[in-house]
């Protein structure tokens, strides 16, 4: 019973980091209609942009953020403003091949700066602390990362559904066309969409850096599971992202207890499992029309 | 325009025709030659370059299946690095565990590819468009982990191939690399030829009509889903027999390197990228880049890879069609000749827009200057060329999406500006004799006249137009012209009786100034039938044409007025869209707005005027019906409802969007007009002789396709056309169109003719009533009487019997009904009414008593 309920709650903070890696990924997904397969890449972009910051002014790794997440969010801007706005709205093929030759440049240029060493931001031992309950433990830094998912996922929702920006973000997203007509610089939308995106992005990566390894050739890894957990939450809203992250979560921290090398393998399984049986997610996608 | 329909000016297409069998003889003679030469390379090569030959060859072959899987299927995939590491490792394990020669073990994995892509696909294809392309990743991730969790096959550390195994292949090593070469060659040809003669099946068709709109090609009873699951497994089985290829010649394998999306699948992407996507030739060429490329800068290692990325992203956005289709956009050269249902892009371009002459003879011979050249580029014109503060916007040729011009995008500060020039010059034009005003007109229609085919020409490639069309919507501006500098001799106003011993007179002013909004369609012809009234009775105009047509719709007429002898200012033209528009609405110095253009942004602009108090003269949309009685002539009829329908692409407001026909005759009728329809030709209109050119723009096609594809849905049959290649739209007939369909109550703006039946005189108005718009319609019957009754029941602005309703003339008011308009009329005398306001002035001799 005590072996369910750990296994349970390993999943579940471990699926606040699945649902941080997701959610911008869904937010540029259901704004523009383009996948980023850059989107990995970003993150570890922004763990290194972190690890650079530490290294020349030693700091603790959250507060590399007030750099970093300004940053990654112009960077957001611009990309989608000069590059991505192109894209929208044209056939499938062409953004996701731009962004998959992104992908490998972000790759690159990490491998050229950084090499290809494996790297850990220290969080001064937040990342050790636990508290015990009963016979088990649960680690202070997945309760805090669990909690920063789930404040994250409230602002989004908070600035879609409360805030001036967000009513244009949805108008924008529903029929650009008629947006446009009500005076919506759609290409100036699309970008500060894209740059909250990267915001998160970098909120993500510095919170992976402190928690686990990485390397410039991991982006790839964390897009996969991005991906899964919004197949398997739907397209509906930032919380099916949410409960996207935390069934992957459980499922890999279930195939973990059975063999260390099942624990992704078990995810996949999960992901498979939800596209035979519902194509559309848990919570598809409402017409708004 | 009646007279278009009936005096055959439309021309007759001409087939289509390619190059000649010589030519296909030739190169396929020369690539035979080609292949047996590389045949027997192995004699004279080295070892080293043997290597770099058969990997170069099972590239090609890599690139070659993912070309046809997303350049043809439309099937992004970036998980083909599955069926590689699925294809050698199942050569490993046959051939190794189970002691098969390796030729069989390669045939194993081919089919290994196509079961396991055959699994792969049962998931994936419940996913659409960039999810399926994530998804193919996630696949091969998940092949990766199994892999590497089986023993058997080595796990997370590799496996290697036992020497007796590669010494099955023969003992000599040289002897081996010809023969892994020979493969290689061998695999390189079948897909290059296997690609070639799919595409060129009545399969390859099917695909192609896929990948254009999956939507029309399912209407027309294509199973899409099972073509691309066969390209899918196809491709994979192919990829897997590569993948095979690589790891006999590696002889060793480990899951990541089995698996890797860099080498089997970026680096592929990246060939096809560059090549060319969706052509056979583009891989060809990419592979010999890639190559290249890499001999220069593998040394650099990861900025190899940076640099490779660039190049692929910049050829994205530069060049879509990659190398091979800037070299074809050049040259027309194809190696691979598909028969194109419509080709597209290849015409020389036509002399009177070429860049290098400024000035061209009219019919006399005369040297005349040009009206458009570059330096307007950007602009604005406010009785000159000025650079606009808005920005610039790219005007493409529809036909071919290539670059025409560059326009200025007005912004609000642009019209604000405008529209106070246009103020300071109204005074001193309302001022001049009507004389000068009129001869201004006059000259202007004499400017037309010998501008003719420079303008005809922008007319064709901004707005897709046919060429018969241009020279009728400019000679019916000539004609328009000159019957409105009449009307600057009219009387202006009348002396009222009165009670009072005064003189007392009404009299015309000008309202001020005149801001014209107008869309793309027949740019030319609507805002000069706008400007025109408007200049002759005294006002002074801001025109405002679409962005997507600001060459013809504006530059060129502020151009002619130019040399016509019009003052500065009066005349004053803001490109731009939807913003400008709403400027222009808002300005305070603007009296009056006309607007042609959709229902939906002629509320907006009403909306406007009314905030501003502007007199507002809106000219919106039609659904316009015919209804074709039993005893219609039906070969006659369907001649003019054909091109009622079809003509311009059924992009004008007067279009025929419902064909309303008595039911004892319906079939015959639906049959005629078929014929009718699937015998005009589709296509680029500066190229070749077409009936129909493009749509203007790909979401106005995409409405098109949705509304056929609706009704179809709800029960309607296409019996002609129904597909179409990018903006190109088959003319479309569907029967059995009801009144709850979308296609029968909306206006369509598109190249369909929906027909509907009825029993009754009374149903038949009654169907033809059933619209909120009431623009133009028409009668088929020979019995006038009831032509004539039907008529004055009709709540249109216009009704044409024994004709269709694409119908312009000078002296016709035009304009509709409900929500085709808000009562403003153009044409002829109309031109008084609209474009002046009254001012009522009493004289007395001496000033009269009051009590007070």
């Given at each position: 019973m005590t072996l369910l309920v750990d296994i349970l709650l390993q999943g579940l903070l471990l699926g606040g980091l699945f649902a941080l890696y997701a959610a911008g990924l869904a937010l540029v997904f259901g704004v523009m209609?383009?996948?980023?397969?850059a989107h990995g890449d970003f993150i570890v972009l922004a763990a290194f942009g972190a690890l650079a910051v530490v290294q020349s002014v030693p700091m603790h790794?959250?507060?590399t953020l007030l750099i970093v997440a300004p940053v990654m969010a112009a960077a957001g801007y611009g990309l989608q403003a000069g590059l991505l706005n192109r894209f929208?709205?044209?056939?499938?093929?062409a953004p996701l091949l731009v962004t998959f030759g992104i992908s490998i440049i972000v790759q690159n240029v990490l491998l050229q700066i950084f090499s290809g060493d494996t790297r850990k931001l220290q969080g001064g031992g937040l990342e050790t602390a636990s508290i015990s309950y009963g016979d088990s433990a649960i680690g202070v830094y997945p309760l805090l990362v669990f909690t920063v998912a789930v404040l994250v996922i409230l602002a989004l929702q908070y600035i879609f559904f409360k805030t001036p920006i967000g009513h244009v973000l949805r108008a924008t997203a529903d029929d650009p066309a008629t947006a446009r007509l009500m005076g919506v610089s759609t290409g100036h939308v699309y970008a500060v969409a894209s740059a909250i995106a990267f915001a998160v992005i970098a909120i993500v990566g510095v919170l992976m850096a402190v928690r686990t390894n990485f390397d410039p050739t991991t982006g790839p890894a964390r897009l996969l599971v991005a991906f899964e957990v919004v197949i398997i939450g739907g397209?509906?809203?930032?919380w099916g992202a949410m409960v996207g992250g935390v069934i992957l979560g459980i499922a890999q921290s279930i195939g973990a207890r059975i063999d260390p090398s099942y624990q992704v393998l078990a995810g996949h399984a999960v992901f498979l499992a939800v596209l035979l049986l519902r194509p559309d997610g848990l919570f598809p996608r409402v017409a708004h029309r | 325009m009646s007279s278009i329909a009936t005096t055959g000016l439309v021309p007759e297409a001409e087939a289509t025709v390619n190059r000649g069998s010589d030519w296909t003889l030739s190169i396929f003679g020369a690539m035979a030659a080609l292949v047996v030469l590389l045949a027997l390379a192995p004699a004279v090569l080295d070892g080293g370059t043997m290597r770099l030959m058969i990997e170069l060859l099972l590239y090609l072959s890599l690139a070659q299946m993912w070309n046809l899987l997303a350049?043809?299927?439309?099937?992004?995939?970036?998980?083909q690095q599955a069926f590689v590491g699925v294809g050698g490792y199942m050569l490993f394990a046959l051939a190794?565990?189970?002691?098969?020669?390796p030729l069989v073990a390669l045939i194993g994995s081919g089919f290994a590819g196509a079961i396991a892509a055959a699994i792969i696909g049962a998931f994936l294809f419940r996913l659409r468009g960039p999810h399926f392309a994530i998804g193919t990743w996630v696949m091969a991730e998940i092949c990766l982990l199994t892999v590497a969790v089986m023993p058997g096959l080595g796990g997370g550390s590799g496996f290697s191939l036992p020497v007796a195994v590669v010494r099955e292949?023969?003992?000599?090593r040289a002897w081996r690399d010809s023969l892994i070469y020979w493969l290689a060659l061998g695999l390189a040809v079948v897909s290059v030829a296997g690609s070639y003669a799919v595409m060129r099946s009545r399969f390859g068709l099917a695909l192609l009509a896929v990948r254009d709109s999956e939507r029309a090609a399912e209407s027309l009873g294509v199973d899409s889903g099972r073509i691309k699951f066969i390209v899918y497994v196809g491709t994979a089985a192919m990829t897997a027999l590569v993948g095979g290829m690589i790891f006999l010649i590696k002889l060793r394998m480990t899951p990541d390197a089995a698996f890797s999306v860099l080498d089997w699948t970026a680096y592929v992407i990246f060939i096809v990228i560059i090549g060319g996507v969706?052509?056979?030739e583009g891989p060809l060429l990419g592979t010999l880049i890639f190559f290249g490329l890499r001999s220069l800068l593998a040394d650099l290692g990861s900025v190899y890879l940076i640099v490779l990325g660039c190049v692929a992203v910049a050829a994205m956005i530069w060049a879509p069609n990659g190398l091979w289709g800037l070299i074809a956009a050049r040259t027309?050269?194809?190696?691979f000749p598909l028969q194109h249902r419509y080709q597209r892009g290849?015409?020389?371009?036509?002399s009177s827009l070429?860049?290098?002459?400024h000035s061209m003879q009219d019919a006399a011979g005369k040297t005349i200057s040009k009206?458009?050249?570059?330096?307007?580029?950007?602009s604005i014109y406010l009785g000159r060329f000025e650079p606009a503060k808005g920005g610039t916007v790219p005007v493409t040729?529809?036909?071919?999406?290539?670059?025409?011009f560059v326009a200025g995008n007005a912004n609000a500060a642009d019209v604000a500006e405008a529209a106070k020039v246009a103020k300071a010059a109204q005074a001193a034009w309302g001022a001049l004799p009507p004389t000068a005003r009129g001869d201004v007109l006059r000259k202007f229609a004499a400017m037309c006249e010998a501008h003719m085919p420079e303008v005809s020409d922008w007319i064709i490639r901004e707005?897709?137009?046919?060429?018969?069309?241009a020279p009728f919507e400019i000679m019916t501006t000539v004609r328009e012209a000159i019957e409105v500098a009449g009307?600057?001799?009219?009387?202006?106003g009348h002396i009222l009786s009165s009670s009072l011993p005064r003189t007392s007179y009404a009299r015309r002013v000008p309202i001020g100034v005149v801001g014209v909004i107008t869309p793309w369609n027949s740019p030319f012809i609507l805002a000069a039938r706008v400007v025109l009234p408007a200049l002759a009775m005294g006002n002074s105009v801001v025109l405002k044409p679409d962005i997507q047509t600001p060459?013809?719709?504006?530059y060129a007429l502020a151009r002619l007025f130019e040399l016509a002898g019009?003052?500065?200012?009066?005349l004053c033209v803001v490109p731009g869209g939807p913003l400008t528009g709403e400027a222009l609405t808002l300005?305070?110095?603007?009296?009056m707005v006309s607007f042609t253009g959709s229902t939906l942004v002629g509320r907006r602009v009403a909306e406007n005027g009314g905030k501003t108090l502007k007199k507002v003269a809106l000219e919106l949309g039609g659904n316009n019906a015919a209804i074709i009685f039993e005893d219609a002539d039906i070969e006659k009829a369907t001649s003019a409802t054909a091109f009622g329908s079809f003509?311009?692409?059924?992009?004008?407001?007067?279009?025929?969007?419902r064909h309303l026909v008595h039911e004892s005759i319906a079939e015959a009728y639906g049959r005629r007009l078929s014929e009718r329809a699937m015998g005009l030709h589709v296509g680029d209109p500066a190229a070749q002789q077409v009936h129909l050119g493009p749509i203007i723009n790909e979401k106005q096609a995409a409405r098109v396709e949705t509304l056929v594809r609706d009704a179809v849905e709800k029960g309607a049959t296409i019996t002609a056309g129904g597909a179409r290649d990018g903006l190109f739209y088959k003319p479309t007939v569907m029967v059995?169109?009801?009144?709850?369909m979308p296609l029968y109550k909306e206006?369509?703006?598109?190249p369909v003719a929906p027909i509907t039946t009825f029993k009754t005189e009374a149903e038949a108005i009654a169907l033809a009533n059933d619209t909120a718009y009431g623009l133009a319609s028409s009668i088929f019957t020979r019995d006038q009487g009831r032509a004539m009754r039907v008529a004055r029941q009709l709540r249109t602005g216009i009704v044409h019997i024994n004709d269709q309703t694409v119908n312009h003339e000078v002296f016709g008011p035009i304009g509709g009904m409900g929500a085709s308009g808000n009562g403003a009329r153009s044409g002829g005398p109309s031109a008084l009414d609209e474009y002046t306001q009254w001012q009522w002035i009493t004289v007395h001799d001496e000033v009269p008593a009051y009590p007070f």
């Open positions: 209609r383009i996948v980023n397969l790794p959250f507060l929208v709205g044209t056939d499938t093929m397209l509906g809203s930032f | 350049g043809y299927a439309g099937l992004v995939s970036v998980g190794a565990n189970a002691g098969l020669h292949l023969g003992t000599d969706g052509r056979i027309g050269l194809e190696l290849i015409g020389a371009p036509h070429n860049k290098e002459a009206l458009i050249s570059d330096d307007m580029a950007g040729e529809k036909a071919t999406g290539e670059k025409l707005t897709g137009s046919i060429p018969p069309k009307l600057t001799g009219q009387p202006v060459v013809c719709g504006g019009l003052p500065a200012g009066v300005d305070p110095n603007i009296h003509f311009h692409q059924g992009q004008i407001c007067f279009t025929l969007g059995n169109v009801t009144t709850d206006e369509i703006f598109g």
